[in-house]
Structure formats: C-alpha cells, structure tokens
C-alpha cells in the first residue's frame, strides 16, 4: 500500500490535484482511497458529478455507534472510495480534533484492513500544520508528503511552513518529503521561484503542471480533469505525477 498526504495552502489547487491523482492511480488499475482532511468535505466533490457526500462527522453526529463503514466511504468515479472529515460548524469547534474523530472512527471500523487500497491520498488543508492537520504526518498514516504550490509568495511561504514540519516530524520516523508540485499561476519568474524553494528545503519539483483552461471548464461539468479531458496537457502531467510517486514508492518501501 502507498500512503500519500498531498498539502498545500488553502485555494492553491491541492483538492484538483489531489483528484485528479485518485483518477490517474485508478486508470493505472490501483484500488484508490480519497480521504479529504478539510473541514469544508470538498475533495471528492467532483468524483462524484458535484454532489457533496457525507462527512464523516456528520454522519458520526447523527448515527454515533451505529455509523457502518458504509456510511462513512462512499463509492466514486472509477470506483474510487471517497472520504471526508468534514469539520465543525464554523467558531463551534476546532477543526483539527475532527480530523482526529475522523481518522479514529475509519480505524475502529477497520476501513484500511476491509477496503484494502492499494493507494490511499490524504487531501490536507496546509495553512496551519498543527493538530488534527498534522495527523497524516506524525502518525503514521502516509509514508510521503507532496506539497502544492504556485510562484505565489504566500504559496511558497506556506510550503516552506509545511516542509520545516515534515522535517521535524521525519526525525521520528514518520513521513518524509516526497515533492513539491507546481501548479501554475503563470506568474513572473514561477519556476524559478519554485526551484529556490526547493534548494531550500532539500527537495525537487516532482510535478510541473500547466496552467489550463480545460481545469475549470471541467469543474463547471462536473467532472474530474481525467474524465471530462483525458488528452489534455494537464491529464497527461498528472499521469507522469502519478508514475514518479510510484515510482519514488517503491524506493521508499524498499
């Protein structure tokens, strides 16, 4: 199994990434698992035509005990099992504990051991990287972080701010820095921008992902990139993506 937790600051792309990976992985003939760790349960929309699943808490909220494994995974495009956290209602509540209750309630019901994935992708908010929004990292969850970002300033310094606590959290034996994926903004200077990151951190570029129109014509239809675009110059970088995260997989587990 390859566990992969896929951050970045909020609005930078990482839920399209993040799905559009799930799809690529499925295409590959992977069995996939989508868990989104943002309070808003967003991740998945889109491998599901654009209609909101269940979230977890919601559904732990109004069943408690009596929630089945049924009730909290939900079947998507390409049989893809699609989760979400969800999270509290807004100044009700800490979000990041949800993630834990969240993480808690697939675990007592055995959800790794019943749906067998041969991938499973955390999709983590990663303008704050404590708490509940930590879990993927320090708990053993994934086995490798990728991070999103732009050229953006504020991107990059939420990157930077993801990868100090990967690194500190990797000195434990918990997930290391897989990449940074740009998803491009087309601003001045972007990839070289991105590359002094990258020296900085102690990383590479894993991905390149062009600025494409065909994204959000595809959220308009409601469809994932993959389905609504397969020839497009993004389907085809994010399929590269997929193959390197194998790849660099496999050369972690061994």
Known sequence: MYRFAIYGKGGIGKSTTCASLS????????????????????????????????????VLKKKKDDAELEDLVHGGYKGIYCAECGGPTPGLGCAGRGIGAAFEALEERSAFDILEPDIVLYDVLGDVVCGGFAMPIREGYADQVYIVTSGENMSIYAAANIAIAVENFRERGYASLGGVILNRRNVPDEREKVETLC??????IAADLPRDDRV???ETEKKPVLEAYPDS??????????????????DHHE
């Open 23 to 58: 799809c690529a992985f499925a295409e590959m003939g992977y069995k996939v698992l989508q868990v989104g760790c943002d309070p808003k349960a967003d991740s998945t929309l889109y491998l599901h035509g654009g209609e909101r699943i269940s979230s977890i808490l919601e």
């Open 216 to 218: 959000s014509r595809a």
């Open 199 to 204: 020296r900085d951190i102690h990383t590479e």
């Open 233 to 250: 110059d993004y389907a085809a970088a994010i399929r590269e993506l997929a193959e390197h995260m194998i790849r660099k997989g496999v």
